[in-house]
C-alpha cells in the first residue's frame, strides 16, 4: 500500500510545535477569516481539519513515545509541554470556532447532509459544555493522569532471579505447578500492596477535579457530565443500568457455570486466586508465539486469509514501524492503536510476552487498525473522531472474525480448538467485568464524596453481584478490595468501558453473520468501518448487518448462540 502524506494546504509543511506562538496565528486566522461564500465555509473547514489533524497527530507521537520509555524524563516532558502549554490554550479558540461554525448561514444547508449533521451535533453539543474556567482543570487532569502509567509501569517482581514486569509474571498463574503459581501470586500480591495508597490518592485528586468540572457545566455529577460530554446521543443513563442487570441475570450464571466445571476438574471446592488462569486439565498455557515478529507475521497471514486489504494494512505499519509490540522494563502497561490522523496510518502498541492473550490483544488492535485505513480519505478530521461503541465494534469484531485462522499460530489441531474454546468463553465471561466497571464508576461519581473504605465496601458488593462466590480470597482480601486499582480506563478515560460490552454483542451479531456467509458479513463490516463517525450509531451497526440493542433478550439469544458453538467445539 503506498501512503503518501497530504500536502499540506494551509498549516506550513516545516511546523514546529516547540511553543503556543508557533500555531497561534493559524488559530487567529480561523477565527477571523471572512466567510462570503459556501466555498469559503468549506474551505474554512478543511483548513480547519487540516490544524486538527496535525496538532492530534503531534500530541498522539508525544504519548506514544513517552508510554514505551516511561522512564525517559525527557519523553514525560514532552508530553506534560503540550498537555498542560498547548492543550489549555487550544480550548478557548476552539470554542471561538465552534460558535462561528454553528452561526454561520451556511451551515443549515450542509447540516441536511447527514455527514455532517454528525459533526455538527458533536460541536453543538461542546459548546454547551465548554466552560472556561475548565479548561485549566482538564489540562491538570491530563497531567495528573499520566501518572497512573508511571505507576504501573514500576511494578515488577523478581523471581528465580529475573526481575518480571507484571504482565509477564502474570503468565506464571497458568503454570500446572500450584507451588509456582502461589508464589509468583504472592509475589505481585507483595508487590501491588505498596501501591495501594499511591493509587488512592491518586484517584482522590482525580474524582475531586472531575467533580468541579461537572459543577462548573452546571451537572449534578460527573457521571452525567460525562453521559453528555461523551456524545452519547443514542442511549441513556438507564440503558446502561439495564445492561448491568441483563448481565447479572443472564450472563453470570453461564459463567458459574464455567467455573463450576473448572472446578470439578481441579478437584477443588473453591478456587485460590492463582487457579483462575491454570488449565483446568493440566495442560501448558498456549503459546502461539515467542517473539514479536512471530506475532506480526503470522497476524499478517491471518488478515490476508480473511481479506487481503487487512493483511495489507498491517505490512504498510510494519513498513513504516509503527508498531511496538513486546513488554519490556519501563513500559506502559496494556495496548492500543493509536490513530495518526495526518498521515493516516495508525500506530500499535503493545505488551507482548507470547501468550494466548497477546494473540487476542494483537487482532484486537489490528481490527482498530483498519478502521484507520478505511476511513483515512474520509474529507475532515472531525468525520474521523469516533464514539468507543463503533470503535471497539472494529476490534471485537476482529477477535471473533479471525479465530477460523489461528491454525496459521497452533499446528496441533487440539490447541487450535481449545484456543477458539477459550475465546468464547472469555467473550462472556469478560461481561460481566465490564458490567461492574462500568456501574462501579456510575456509583463513584454520584456518590463522589465517599471515602476510601466506602469505596472498597463498594467494589465487594458489587464483586458479589458480577461474581460466581468460587474464589475463596482469604489471606487476599485487600487484593479482591483494591483490584479496580487495575483498570487503567478508571484513571485515564473514566467511563470509556462500557462500550466494550455493547460492542462485544454487536461483535457476535457480526461473527454469527459470518457462519452463515462469511463475504457478505465481512463486505457490511468493511462498509460500516468506513463510514468511521458520518452515521448514527444505530445505523452504523445497521449497515454492519447487526443490531444496536443490548437488552436482556438479545443479550440471552447471542448467549445461546455462544453456548451452542462452544457445544460443537467440545
Not at 187 to 192: H, L, S, V, Y
Amino acid at each position: 500500500m503506498k501512503i503518501v502524506r497530504p500536502e499540506r494546504k494551509f498549516v506550513d509543511a516545516n511546523l514546529s510545535i516547540d511553543s503556543w506562538e508557533a500555531i497561534e496565528g493559524y488559530y487567529e486566522n480561523l477565527v477571523n477569516r471572512d466567510l462570503t461564500t459556501a466555498e469559503d465555509f468549506m474551505q474554512w473547514l478543511k483548513d480547519q481539519s487540516e490544524l486538527e489533524a496535525i496538532l492530534e497527530e503531534d500530541a498522539a507521537w508525544r504519548y506514544i513515545k513517552m508510554t514505551i520509555d516511561t522512564r525517559d524524563e525527557d519523553l514525560s516532558k514532552s508530553y506534560t509541554f503540550f498537555v498542560s502549554e498547548i492543550q489549555p490554550k487550544l480550548a478557548p479558540f476552539e470554542d471561538q470556532l465552534n460558535k462561528k461554525l454553528v452561526e454561520s448561514e451556511f451551515t443549515k444547508d450542509l447540516e441536511s447532509n447527514s455527514n455532517f449533521f454528525i459533526l455538527f451535533r458533536s460541536v453543538r453539543k461542546a459548546l454547551e459544555l465548554y466552560r472556561e474556567e475548565n479548561v485549566k482543570i482538564q489540562a491538570e487532569l491530563a497531567e495528573e493522569s499520566q501518572k497512573f502509567g508511571a505507576l504501573s509501569a514500576a511494578q515488577s517482581i523478581d523471581y528465580k532471579g529475573e526481575t518480571h514486569t507484571m504482565q509477564k509474571a502474570a503468565l506464571f498463574l497458568k503454570d500446572t505447578d500450584e507451588s509456582v503459581r502461589q508464589e509468583v501470586y504472592e509475589k505481585i500480591a507483595t508487590r501491588r500492596r505498596k501501591d495501594f495508597n499511591a493509587f488512592d490518592n491518586l484517584f482522590a485528586v482525580l474524582i475531586k477535579k472531575r467533580h468541579q468540572v461537572a459543577l462548573n457545566a452546571e451537572f449534578a455529577n460527573y457521571r452525567d457530565y460525562k453521559m453528555a460530554a461523551m456524545g452519547r446521543f443514542d442511549y441513556s443513563v438507564k440503558d446502561c443500568e439495564n445492561f448491568h442487570q441483563s448481565v447479572k441475570n443472564v450472563i453470570v450464571p453461564i459463567v458459574k457455570g464455567f467455573q463450576q466445571k473448572k472446578l470439578s476438574k481441579l478437584g477443588k471446592e473453591a478456587f485460590k486466586p492463582w487457579d483462575l488462569d491454570v488449565d483446568p486439565e493440566g495442560r501448558e498455557p498456549l503459546k502461539p508465539f515467542k517473539e514479536g515478529s512471530e506475532l506480526l507475521s503470522g497476524t499478517i497471514k491471518m488478515f490476508d486469509n480473511i481479506d487481503p486489504y487487512f493483511s495489507d494494512c498491517l505490512a504498510t505499519m510494519s513498513k513504516m514501524k509503527h508498531l511496538d509490540l513486546e513488554s519490556k522494563p519501563g513500559k506502559s502497561p496494556g495496548g492500543y492503536n493509536y490513530p495518526l490522523y495526518e498521515i493516516g496510518v495508525p500506530f500499535i502498541f503493545m505488551n507482548a510476552v507470547g501468550s494466548q492473550r497477546d494473540l487476542v490483544t494483537m487482532v484486537h488492535e489490528g481490527g482498530h487498525a483498519i478502521h484507520s485505513f478505511l476511513s483515512r480519505d474520509l474529507e475532515l478530521t472531525g468525520f474521523k473522531s469516533l464514539p468507543s461503541e463503533v470503535a471497539e465494534l472494529a476490534s471485537m469484531s476482529m477477535e471473533l472474525l479471525s479465530m477460523e485462522e489461528w491454525d496459521k499460530f497452533y499446528t496441533n489441531e487440539e490447541d487450535f480448538k481449545r484456543s477458539k474454546r477459550e475465546q468464547l468463553e472469555t467473550t462472556l465471561s469478560l461481561l460481566p467485568w465490564i458490567a461492574q466497571v462500568d456501574e462501579f464508576q456510575h456509583w463513584l461519581y454520584v456518590n463522589h464524596t465517599h471515602s476510601v473504605e466506602e469505596r472498597k465496601e463498594k467494589w465487594n458488593s458489587l464483586s458479589s453481584e458480577y461474581g460466581t462466590g468460587l474464589v475463596d480470597y482469604s489471606g487476599f482480601e485487600d487484593i479482591k478490595s483494591n483490584a479496580w486499582q487495575r483498570q487503567l480506563h478508571i484513571f485515564e478515560v473514566p467511563f470509556y468501558y462500557i462500550e466494550y460490552g455493547i460492542a462485544q454483542l454487536g461483535a457476535l451479531g457480526v461473527w454469527k453473520n459470518s457462519l452463515e456467509d462469511k463475504q457478505s458479513a465481512i463486505s457490511k463490516y468493511k462498509a460500516a468501518l468506513k463510514l468511521a463517525y458520518t452515521k448514527t450509531i444505530p445505523e452504523i451497526y445497521s449497515t454492519a448487518g447487526i443490531e444496536f440493542n443490548f437488552s436482556e433478550g438479545h443479550i440471552k439469544k447471542l448467549a445461546d448462540f455462544i453456548q451452542n458453538e462452544l457445544e460443537k467445539m467440545s
